[in-house]
């Protein structure tokens, strides 16, 4: 088993930033990609960015040149730097961690999953 805990969201006006993380504890030895994830409010949870073991990184189209997916696998942990936030950015904000031998955007590829932070861009 692995768990997720997700820290860093917020409150923040448009054209700010903010840095989410989140530690991985358990079996982390088994984990193949870890990615972030969002759900605005009645809308669907979407893949924001994804990074496997070498470092490969996958963004979905509109956070592109604007976040930043990273890891820290002496400290087993993920970050999301998020700058030049837009009110559309809002939601809640979910790492996932995946065991399979593949990285996507696709939550349902996605094992374990954190409780979600709360970030809210104002106008």
């Known amino acids: 088993q692995v768990q997720v805990v997700e820290s860093g969201g917020g409150s923040v006006q448009a054209g700010g930033s903010l840095r989410l993380s989140c530690a991985a504890t358990g079996d982390t030895w088994n984990i193949y990609c870890m990615g972030w994830f969002r759900q605005a409010p009645g809308k669907e949870r979407e893949g924001v960015a994804t990074?496997?073991?070498?470092?490969?990184?996958t963004y979905t189209e509109s956070v592109k040149g604007r976040f930043t997916i990273s890891q820290d696998n002496a400290k087993n942990t993920l970050y999301l730097q998020m700058n030049s936030l837009k009110p559309e950015d809002t939601g809640i904000y979910y790492c996932a961690a995946s065991r399979w031998s593949y990285c996507t955007l696709r939550p349902t590829d996605f094992t374990y999953w954190g409780q979600g932070t709360q970030v809210t861009v104002s106008s």
């Open positions: 990074i496997d073991q070498d470092d490969y990184t």
